[in-house]
């Protein structure tokens, strides 16, 4: 994941988690304290594309909520994954804060900030 030359502010990460889909598969939900910019949105669009056990993942945007969708159940560690490439992505960012620590809750893994 190489890094970007654009700079823009990022969103702080709020809080992560996992939930099941209907369909037999999982996402991945992240709740920002702000909507991410255009640019935000794209970096991260690029950087799942370069994620390990990401590339058929995609996100979904509605306001202050990212869901990364197209995740096969049997991913272990999605919310690690995803928060490695929120990291690279809060990195290419002017003044981006880190991405918070994943914390277990009886089969479902949360991120709070």
């Known amino acids: 994941m190489s890094a970007s030359h654009t700079s823009f502010k ?3 990460v709020l809080r992560i988690e996992t939930m099941s889909l209907d369909l037999g598969e999982m996402a991945v939900v992240i709740e920002l304290d702000a ?4 640019a935000w949105a794209h970096a991260l669009d690029k950087a799942l594309l370069q994620g390990e056990g990401l590339e058929d993942a995609s996100a979904r945007f509605d306001g202050r909520f990212v ?3 197209g995740l096969e159940p049997e ?7 995803v928060s490695r490439v929120l990291a690279v992505v809060q990195g290419r960012a002017v003044q ?3 991405v918070p ?13």
């Open 67 to 69: 869901y990364i969708i």
């Open 10 to 12: 990022a969103p702080q």
């Open 96 to 98: 981006g804060p880190c």
């Open 35 to 38: 909507a991410p910019s255009r």
């Open 75 to 81: 991913l272990r560690g999605a919310v690690q994954r």
């Open 101 to 113: 620590a994943a914390v277990q809750h009886g089969g479902r893994q949360t991120v709070h900030a």
